[in-house]
T-cell receptor
Framework: SQTIHQWPATLVQPVGSPLSLECTVE??????LYWYRQAAGRGLQLLFY??????ISSEVPQNLSASRPQDRQFILSSKKLLLSDSGFYLC??????????FGPGTRLTVT | GENVEQHPSTLSVQEGDSAVIKCTYS??????FPWYKQELGKGPQLIID?????GEKKDQRIAVTLNKTAKHFSLHITETQPEDSAVYFCAASTMGRRALTFGSGTRLQVQP
């Protein structure tokens, strides 16, 4: 069966510091991978998606970037965090263009 | 682009009662409508979905209905239990596109 991992689970970072969040998927090959952000009490906003290694599409221009160095690894990065980057970051995978399955999330607090 | 509106934002029911959450979408090309359940501090879990070629789908106590003409779809939970308490999100997308557009969520509280 497929499993999706995210780490770290929680992170507190100062403004201006760099960020690296990692997502890995097990049990499937060539998945579509997604990064979403969820602000407190809000819905989910798609940030990036990837259909293959090195292929990244950005949905929203912002202070963040994404990379996919391996088939089942997706990384979310920032060079300098802003207060507004705080939120719950969720990675998801799919093997079709329909059902998406989410990881456990990373709670990021920028102070 | 697609816009999904979800109501109500909060819903409190007594254990054993039914709960209904409603969503409307704007893009008539949307043809896939999933529902997710999110417990506190966890990622959303896909609980049921429906495609535009079907008007209703049921899975035990959960059902989803779709009205393509009116562009709205609903989640129905019968015989609610305390463990149904969570935030529920609807979403819409066009199969073949990558993005799911989510509603703003409904916090369901089932009172024992």
């Amino acid at each position: 069966s497929q499993t999706i991992h995210q780490w770290p689970a929680t992170l507190v970072q100062p403004v201006g510091s760099p960020l690296s969040l990692e997502c890995t998927v097990e049990g499937t090959s060539n998945p579509n991978l997604y990064w979403y952000r969820q602000a407190a009490g809000r819905g989910l906003q798609l940030l990036f998606y990837s259909v293959g290694i090195g292929q990244i599409s950005s949905e929203v221009p912002q202070n963040l970037s994404a990379s996919r160095p391996q088939d089942r690894q997706f990384i979310l990065s920032s060079k300098k965090l802003l207060l507004s980057d705080s939120g719950f970051y969720l990675c998801a995978w799919s093997v079709t263009s329909a059902e998406q399955y989410f990881g456990p999330g990373t709670r990021l607090t920028v102070t | 682009g697609e816009n999904v509106e979800q109501h109500p934002s909060t819903l409190s029911v007594q254990e054993g009662d039914s709960a209904v959450i409603k969503c409307t979408y704007s893009d008539s090309a949307s043809n896939y409508f999933p529902w997710y359940k999110q417990e506190l501090g966890k990622g959303p879990q896909l609980i049921i979905d429906i495609r535009s070629n079907v008007g209703e789908k049921k899975d035990q106590r959960i059902a989803v209905t779709l009205n393509k003409t009116a562009k709205h779809f609903s989640l129905h939970i019968t015989e609610t239990q305390p463990e149904d308490s969570a935030v529920y999100f609807c979403a819409a997308s066009t199969m073949g596109r990558r993005a799911l557009t989510f509603g703003s969520g409904t916090r369901l509280q089932v009172q024992p």
